[in-house]
């Protein structure tokens, strides 16, 4: 288990390092009215795909860590997978009870993902300037809420 905590807690370097770059990227782009390229469209894709996969990793833990997997897994019967499955959502759930600081941060890094993906909403404009702009905004508030969901999980960005 201590394999998928460090990887989930150090991909989120990856996802600084990438903000950082999409940070600087989509402000001269929008300061200095640069052309939206198809390497400004990766990088917004590269941030989010990261922030989906830190999020998956999470529910991974939550889900077969924190609640743990029941007895019989994996399931030889559709019966038994459904029961499995109530099962350890309700493990899980009981998980996130017992701390506050984990259904903050589930639900923070939530709000992050939905944040990241709402840039698709101008994915098709013709503004350049709009979509740096707009990138910009998503990534800065996204990160922001990365920042605040990690703060209140581990009381500190470094541990």
Not at 54 to 78: K, R, T, V
Request: aromatic share 12%.
């Amino acid at each position: 288990m201590s394999f998928w905590i460090t990887l989930h807690g150090e991909i989120r370097w990856i996802i600084a390092l990438v903000a950082a770059v999409a940070v600087v990227r989509f402000a001269l782009g929008w300061l200095r009215t640069l052309d939206y390229k198809k390497f400004d469209r990766i990088l917004m894709a590269v941030y989010t795909g990261f922030l989906d996969l830190n999020f998956l990793l999470g529910l991974i833990l939550l889900f077969a860590f924190g609640g743990g997997f029941p007895d019989g897994f994996p399931p030889h019967q559709i019966e038994d997978a459904v029961t499995m499955l109530i099962e350890m959502v309700e493990n899980a759930v009981a998980a996130l009870l017992q701390s506050s600081h984990r259904i903050e941060h589930v639900v923070t890094m939530f709000i992050a993902i939905g944040v990241a993906h709402s840039a698709i909403i101008w994915r098709k404009s013709d503004e350049a300037n709009i979509k740096f702009r707009n990138n910009l905004i998503v990534v800065v508030v996204s990160l922001l809420f990365v920042l605040v969901g990690v703060l209140r999980l581990r009381g500190g960005w470094v541990w």
